[in-house]
């Protein structure tokens, strides 16, 4: 379980981020949406550890965050920032590689399951074929698929992707949410996630948690949530909902 209690993040004398409780269990899919600004990105980062929150606590199985060494956190959660590092003078498959230096070090010699990881990893993103590319010198997306690989091979039950399809195309966005579902139902890992479509978010996760200037305006199921009126309210435009068709679920589209 990961908890966040009395979290508070200020920038520049203006709080950025306030959060009274939100609990992410060890399974499950959670999408989080909202305006830009509205926090989402700044919650990954205190969960992920990578900034220090001005209040507040932020457990990790009952133990507090701050208490991990650098290697055992990795060992328990992945994070993908919004802002992708530079891989500068390296392949895919050595970018990959590196999701694996939470459980190999940098000495200790390559073993099956280490090389297991980093070849499922390519193959689950789609990334074999440009495994010896220089991961610098691909498209937005196809770089983007190569640092979610790399997530994948370090292999920890817990997986926090901010804005992880931003740079894909529509087919390469739902292929990957939905392999981060497939992640959460057959291997057992827990995924939040930062999401922009609210369709996507509504087709895949189990928990949508909606952020607005700063606060949890929303948090519950798809099916709550698809409500036009509520729609139109948290995202401040007139938002309707239209039948999909064959597959049941609706659709929301802004009403212009």
């Keep these: 379980m990961l908890d966040v209690r009395d ?5 520049t004398g203006c709080t950025v981020l306030s959060v009274d409780h939100l ?3 060890d399974a499950g899919l959670t999408a989080i949406l909202g305006h830009n600004g509205s926090g989402k990105s700044t ?3 205190v969960m992920a550890r990578q900034l220090k929150p001005g209040r507040g606590q932020i457990t990790l199985d009952e133990a507090p965050l701050s208490g991990f060494t650098q290697r055992e956190l990795a060992r328990r959660i992945a994070y993908l920032p919004q802002q ?10 050595e970018l990959v590689k590196l999701g694996r230096f939470a459980w190999r070090g940098a000495i200790r010699r390559w073993t099956p399951e280490d090389i297991a990881a980093v070849d499922e990893a390519i193959e689950l993103t ?20 190569a640092w979610v690989a790399m997530l994948l091979a370090q292999a920890a039950p817990r997986l926090l992707l901010d804005e992880p399809t931003s740079a894909l195309d529509l087919a390469h966005q739902y292929e990957l949410v939905a392999l981060l579902k497939r992640l959460d139902e057959t291997a057992g890992r827990s995924v939040v996630v930062v ?3 609210i369709n996507l978010a509504a087709r895949f996760a189990d928990r949508l948690i909606v952020l607005r200037k700063g606060r949890v305006a929303f948090d519950g199921k798809a099916a ?9 309210d948290l995202f401040g435009v007139a938002i309707d909902l239209v039948d999909h ?12």
């Design 7 to 11: 979290i508070a993040v200020t920038h």
């Design 23 to 25: 609990s992410f269990p």
């Design 43 to 45: 919650l990954m980062k």
């Design 84 to 93: 992708l590092p530079e891989a500068a003078g390296m392949s895919v498959a």
């Design 126 to 145: 789609g990334m074999a074929r440009f495994a010896d590319r220089q991961a610098d010198s691909l498209s937005g997306g196809e770089r983007q698929r």
């Design 195 to 197: 999401l922009h479509d």
């Design 224 to 232: 709550d949530l698809m409500q036009p009126a509520l729609l139109s």
């Design 245 to 256: 068709g064959p597959s049941g679920r609706p659709v929301a589209v802004v009403n212009s």
